[in-house]
């Protein structure tokens, strides 16, 4: 439950920095977590994408997304898609896909905390914790205050935790 919260506001924030361009203003309130998300970027595909991955339909948001990302976009929003991409792969827990889809965003835009977030928790789920951690440093830098850093950091030290508790039986 709390890591499907956790993945739900990092794709809220991924989704909310491919649609801050211009348009009408949705709030969006969860249990824990309000974020604000922007809707209308020019690519209407992405857009599109972007309120399906908002709704969890993943298949559909990965669907639409990759349709916008065959027209014309500015590299702020395909940076912001492909990032998009990487949040909703997570989310279908395929975490190789996820990683190659940040990648390709952070060589668009090497600032992009979003990505560097979503990143980090593929790697999470791929069990590379060092490279999580390098990933959640990087995103705090562009970013200290994200909301879902600290519980991606701390889901990542309760994992190290669990590998090294011993239990010894006394007779």
């Given at each position: 439950?709390k890591?499907?919260?956790?993945?739900?506001?990092?794709?809220?924030?991924?989704v909310?920095?491919?649609?801050?361009?211009?348009?009408?203003?949705?709030?969006?309130?969860?249990?824990?977590?309000?974020?604000?998300?922007?809707?209308?970027?020019?690519?209407?595909y992405?857009?599109?994408?972007?309120?399906?991955?908002?709704?969890?339909?993943?298949?559909?948001?990965?669907?639409?997304?990759?349709?916008?990302?065959?027209?014309?976009?500015?590299?702020?929003?395909?940076?912001?898609?492909?990032s998009?991409?990487?949040?909703?792969?997570?989310?279908?827990?395929?975490?190789?896909?996820?990683?190659d889809?940040?990648?390709?965003?952070?060589?668009?835009?090497?600032?992009?905390?979003?990505?560097?977030?979503?990143?980090?928790?593929?790697?999470?789920?791929?069990?590379?914790?060092?490279?999580?951690?390098?990933?959640?440093?990087?995103?705090?830098?562009?970013?200290?205050?994200?909301?879902?850093?600290?519980?991606?950091?701390?889901?990542?030290?309760?994992?190290?935790?669990?590998?090294?508790?011993?239990?010894?039986?006394?007779?």
């Amino acid at each position: 439950m709390k890591s499907r919260l956790l993945l739900f506001l990092v794709l809220l924030s991924a989704v909310g920095a491919a649609l801050a361009q211009r348009g009408r203003e949705v709030k969006l309130t969860q249990k824990r977590a309000e974020t604000r998300t922007l809707v209308g970027v020019d690519n209407e595909y992405l857009a599109a994408g972007a309120e399906a991955l908002l709704e969890k339909r993943y298949d559909e948001g990965i669907r639409l997304t990759l349709l916008g990302l065959e027209r014309p976009a500015s590299p702020r929003d395909r940076a912001n898609a492909l990032s998009n991409l990487c949040a909703a792969h997570a989310a279908k827990r395929e975490p190789a896909v996820a990683i190659d889809y940040c990648n390709q965003s952070l060589e668009i835009d090497g600032k992009n905390w979003n990505a560097y977030s979503n990143r980090a928790y593929a790697y999470y789920l791929s069990r590379k914790f060092d490279e999580a951690d390098r990933d959640l440093d990087k995103a705090l830098e562009l970013n200290p205050d994200a909301r879902q850093m600290p519980q991606i950091r701390g889901m990542l030290n309760e994992r190290r935790l669990r590998g090294r508790v011993t239990i010894e039986e006394h007779n």
